[in-house]
């Protein structure tokens, strides 16, 4: 396999860093040379691959989505039954370690950019259609294999969505009502309720 060119690595090491920084700060109080501060280069070489923040940010949010379809993709390969493989991906989306939770914090800092910002509302659209598209999938195979209720598949996926939305929302915000423990159990719940008996 060959190796990912220096540019490549170095483009990948800024997005990460910007990730790291919109998480801890947000966007509106992003500086470049704190980015360039954390990724390990200059602000020069920010510069050089981004020629603008709102360029960096939209590359950001882009690589952070790309993070969230590898680990996306490594649960599919690793086998099961339709609904076994959902409720794994519904898992994974919570906010359990530092990195879910960085990985969270960026998307609700896309949500807030996107209010006014037509090329974000565009790259949310982008990104929901594909999860919306892996979450129908699933529940249609389910259904296939009578491991599920009958049922309108898209109405199905978007209650699981805006319910690991929703609920993780309220986690990140620190609500004593719905800790991380209690979100996994009430999308278990409901995926569970699907079940055909």
């Given amino acids: 396999m060959p190796r990912p060119s220096v540019s490549a690595e170095r483009r990948a090491q800024i997005l990460a860093a910007t990730c790291a920084e919109i998480a801890s700060s947000g966007v509106q109080d992003l500086r470049l040379t704190d980015v360039a501060t ?6 020069g070489t920010v510069h ?3 020629d ?9 949010f882009e690589h952070n989505h790309q ?12 086998g ?5 493989l959902l409720t794994r991906l519904v898992d994974s989306y919570a906010p359990l370690d530092p990195d879910s939770v960085s990985a969270w914090r960026v998307w ?6 996107g209010l006014r910002e037509p090329e974000l509302q565009e790259l949310n659209e982008t990104i929901y259609g594909e999860w919306r598209r892996t979450v129908v999938g699933l ?9 599920i209720v009958d049922g309108d598949p898209v109405q ?8 690991i939305d929703g609920l993780a929302i309220q986690v990140l915000l620190g609500s004593h009502n719905m800790t991380v423990d209690r979100m996994r159990l009430t999308c278990r719940a409901y995926l569970e309720g699907l079940a055909s008996t």
């Fill in 38 to 43: 954390r990724a390990g280069v200059s602000s």
């Fill in 48 to 50: 050089y691959y981004f």
């Fill in 52 to 60: 603008s923040k709102q360029a960096l940010l939209h590359a950001a």
């Fill in 67 to 78: 993070q969230s379809l590898d680990r996306r993709a490594a649960i599919l390969a690793a």
């Fill in 80 to 84: 099961g039954t339709p609904l076994e």
């Fill in 108 to 113: 609700i800092e896309l949500w807030v950019h």
């Fill in 139 to 147: 529940l249609r195979d389910a259904q296939d294999q009578g491991l």
């Fill in 156 to 163: 199905m996926a978007n209650t699981v969505v805006g319910m």
